[in-house]
């Protein structure tokens, strides 16, 4: 998977991301998979809104700890265009007649062009100067559809696809006094 990321803060814990990513998979594991020959690749732009929760309550280093792990969950809309291909063994799947069927009903439907997402993971960011960090975080993406990668009902259509990525970053934040403050919670 290949990805580029941008994050505009609202608030330091609300920032809206702008990803775009592309997803491949050629499945290959179990034997059975390997006769399905299902293959598929899409680029994919999403646009969330997350809310990223700051463990140590370090948005922006203010209070001169480097190190600053968080947690971040939201909700956004990913834009698909999936390619997807199948070079189906018939002869090993002659005693499951709903294996050929799943994937004739498959490839007569349209892939979707947008799902709704919610995204889910954890990161760390290491600052390197105030305006100027090292990130590494791990998330995922729940989906409400089948179909991300094109095929449903030659595979388990009683499963939601879901995708997830690993990645380290540099993040370079503009105006950093500018924004909105973070709300504070009394306690």
């Given at each position: 998977?290949?990805?580029?990321?941008?994050?505009?803060?609202?608030?330091?814990a609300?920032?809206?991301l702008?990803?775009a990513?592309?997803?491949?998979?050629?499945?290959?594991?179990p034997?059975?998979?390997?006769?399905?020959?299902?293959?598929?690749?899409?680029?994919?732009?999403?646009?969330?809104?997350?809310?990223?929760?700051?463990?140590?309550?370090?948005?922006?280093?203010?209070?001169?700890?480097?190190?600053?792990?968080?947690?971040?969950?939201?909700?956004?809309?990913?834009?698909?265009?999936?390619?997807?291909?199948?070079?189906?063994?018939?002869?090993?799947?002659?005693?499951?007649?709903?294996?050929?069927?799943?994937?004739?009903?498959?490839?007569?439907?349209?892939?979707?062009?947008?799902?709704?997402?919610?995204?889910?993971?954890?990161?760390?960011?290491?600052?390197?100067?105030?305006?100027?960090?090292?990130?590494?975080?791990?998330?995922?993406?729940?989906?409400?559809?089948?179909?991300?990668?094109?095929?449903?009902?030659?595979?388990?259509?009683?499963?939601?696809?879901?995708?997830?990525s690993?990645?380290?970053?540099?993040?370079?934040k503009?105006?950093?006094?500018?924004?909105?403050p973070c709300?504070v919670?009394?306690?």
């Amino acid at each position: 998977m290949d990805a580029l990321a941008i994050k505009w803060p609202i608030f330091a814990a609300l920032p809206v991301l702008l990803a775009a990513t592309r997803l491949h998979s050629r499945y290959s594991s179990p034997a059975y998979r390997q006769q399905r020959n299902l293959r598929f690749t899409s680029p994919v732009t999403e646009i969330s809104e997350l809310m990223v929760w700051n463990m140590f309550g370090n948005n922006g280093n203010e209070i001169g700890n480097r190190f600053s792990p968080y947690v971040f969950g939201g909700v956004g809309v990913s834009f698909l265009k999936v390619d997807r291909s199948s070079n189906l063994n018939k002869s090993y799947f002659v005693n499951e007649p709903n294996v050929t069927s799943g994937l004739a009903a498959d490839m007569n439907k349209i892939p979707p062009r947008a799902i709704l997402v919610l995204p889910a993971g954890i990161g760390v960011e290491y600052f390197l100067t105030s305006n100027l960090s090292l990130t590494a975080e791990t998330n995922f993406r729940y989906t409400f559809t089948d179909y991300l990668d094109g095929f449903s009902q030659v595979a388990n259509p009683k499963k939601k696809d879901f995708y997830q990525s690993h990645t380290v970053g540099l993040v370079f934040k503009f105006n950093k006094n500018k924004g909105l403050p973070c709300p504070v919670i009394k306690r």
